[in-house]
Each structure stands twice: as structure tokens, then as C-alpha cells.
């Protein structure tokens, strides 16, 4: 059975600290499930979510994989199973290419891919004993189509989804299902500076104007994107509890224009070379 029962299940939380993991451990409390909710600082995780009996807050730095292994021998010693993983904390560096310094890149796929791959590592044994579980990571519009001034951000989330397409293969013979979430621009704090949002270190005079413009936009943006992070979360715990997860979810309008036009795009560009890609195999 790879899908949790409706009522009841164990969520497993990354970033609830803030932003939509806030809203994603409260959708799953009023739904009835138990939350495991996790940041680097636990108090502000429950004050953030708000007490509650079936709210366990637990420290957790997604980069660490002492404290995932903690975390995760915390929630079972709680709860005694983990049904649901959101793998949701993330930040953003953004940036041209050549102005992101390489230990900015290397610290966004630390955070935003190996950090959910080490959580991931540390609960799957938990649901491979039960036979059961679901496995969700947020990953992001730019993880299915690249964007400007997101060359490290878009990295790291083509990745996850990467690896997510080939994890659901591994899994499934375990009765663990998987779900990539890819969100368009939603309401949360992924464009607060200094938290979630790092701007690039190194100055090349040929970007500079660009920067400056592309930086001020992104300002701009922030607190008016059009998506609201608590119907996000309210729609994955309905997918969760539902007969059976997807794949994907690509989760708003904006999003979904983006998909669809890149996937007329990807047409496009297949029929324009497709006598000369299938020229290709051996002749005998």
C-alpha cells in the first residue's frame, strides 16, 4: 500500500521554520495527522506552527547527517512510524552564472539537493520497515524550466527532480510512493533577503547593469506573488490522503503556462531535427 491511511499518518517536515512548511505541518495538524515539523531552531518551529498535542518541532540542519539521523530516531521515538517525508527547506541564490561565486553554488546544492537527499537517507529505512510511506519534495517551477538569474537556484532543483524521477523506481517495490511538487511564485519568504534569498558575491563589470535591474525586480516581487502557500499545502495533504499519489503536481497557473509552453518548445525542437536524429543508428 503506498498511500497512508486518511486520518492518522506521521509528516515528517523540512523548513517549517518558516514560509510554506509553516503552512504545510498546519494543513497536516487540521487534517488530523501527527508533524514531526523541523528547522534549524525548534522553538522557533513551534512557535511558528503553533503548539499543538500532535506536534513534535525538532531541530534539524538538513545538511548535517548527525542531526537527520537525530531527527528521525526523535520522530519514531515519538510517533513510532513515519508515513510522510516533505522534503521542503530550500533557499535561493540567485544570480548570473558568472557572478555566483563557486562556493555560493556549491552551499545552494548542498542546501536545496544534497540536503534532501541526507533526510531522505535517514527515514527511508523507517518506511522500508513499515512497507509503506510517501516521499514529497518541493521543488520549484525553475526545476522544469530554466530561468534567468536562476542559474544556481534552477541547478540544484533540475536535480531533485532527477532524482526523484528515478527514486520512484527504487521505492516502489516497498510500497513507498513518490510526489516532486513544482510551484510557480507563491506568497512565502523565498525572496527575503538575507534568509532565503542570497544575492551574488563577485562584480563582472559586463553584468553589472543587468544585475542591478534583475536584483530590483526580484525586490519587487517579493509579498506580491500570486499563489497562496496555505491552498499549496491544503492541496498536498489532499493528494497525500488520496487513493494515490502523482508523480507531479505542478502547482499553479504560472507554473502550469510555463510547463505547457516549454513542452511545445521540447515538440518543436524534436520534429525540427528529426530526420537527422533518427539518421544516427548503425547502419548493419
Not at 255 to 284: I, K, P, Y
Request: overall charge negative; glycine content about 10%; some cysteine.
Amino acid at each position: 500500500m503506498t498511500t497512508p491511511e486518511s486520518t492518522g499518518s506521521v509528516w515528517f517536515v523540512t523548513g517549517a521554520g518558516r514560509g510554506l512548511g509553516v503552512d504545510i505541518a498546519r494543513a497536516a495538524l487540521a487534517a488530523g495527522h501527527r508533524v514531526v515539523a523541523t528547522g534549524r531552531d525548534a522553538r522557533r518551529v513551534e512557535s511558528a506552527v503553533g503548539a499543538h498535542e500532535d506536534l513534535l518541532a525538532v531541530a534539524l540542519d538538513v545538511t548535517s547527517v548527525e542531526a537527520a539521523a537525530a531527527a528521525t530516531r526523535a520522530a519514531v521515538d515519538r510517533f513510532g512510524r513515519i508515513d510522510v517525508l516533505v522534503n521542503n527547506a530550500g533557499n535561493f541564490y540567485a544570480g548570473y552564472f558568472e557572478t555566483i561565486s563557486d562556493a555560493q553554488f556549491r552551499a545552494q546544492m548542498e542546501t536545496n539537493f544534497f540536503g534532501p537527499l541526507t533526510v531522505t537517507r535517514a527515514v527511508l529505512p523507517v518506511m522500508r520497515g513499515q512497507r509503506s510511506g510517501q516521499v514529497i519534495t518541493v521543488t520549484s517551477a525553475a526545476g522544469l524550466v530554466g530561468q534567468e538569474f536562476c542559474a544556481a537556484y534552477a541547478s540544484s532543483k533540475f536535480a531533485l527532480e532527477g532524482w526523484m524521477e528515478s527514486l520512484r523506481y527504487d521505492l516502489a517495490p516497498y510500497g513507498i510512493a513518490t510526489m516532486a511538487v513544482e510551484p510557480g511564485f507563491f506568497r512565502t519568504e523565498l525572496l527575503v533577503e538575507g534568509s532565503s534569498t542570497i544575492w551574488p558575491e563577485l562584480d563582472v563589470a559586463d553584468y553589472a547593469e543587468r544585475t542591478a535591474q534583475t536584483v530590483e525586480a526580484w525586490r519587487g516581487m517579493n509579498g506580491r506573488q500570486g499563489g497562496d502557500p496555505a491552498k499549496l499545502a491544503a492541496a498536498l495533504v489532499a493528494l497525500s490522503d488520496g487513493p494515490g499519489l502523482p508523480l507531479r503536481f505542478v502547482a499553479g497557473e504560472d507554473v502550469m503556462a510555463g510547463v505547457e509552453a516549454n513542452l511545445a518548445t521540447l515538440r518543436d525542437q524534436v520534429d525540427a531535427q528529426r530526420e537527422l536524429s533518427a539518421s544516427l543508428a548503425h547502419d548493419a
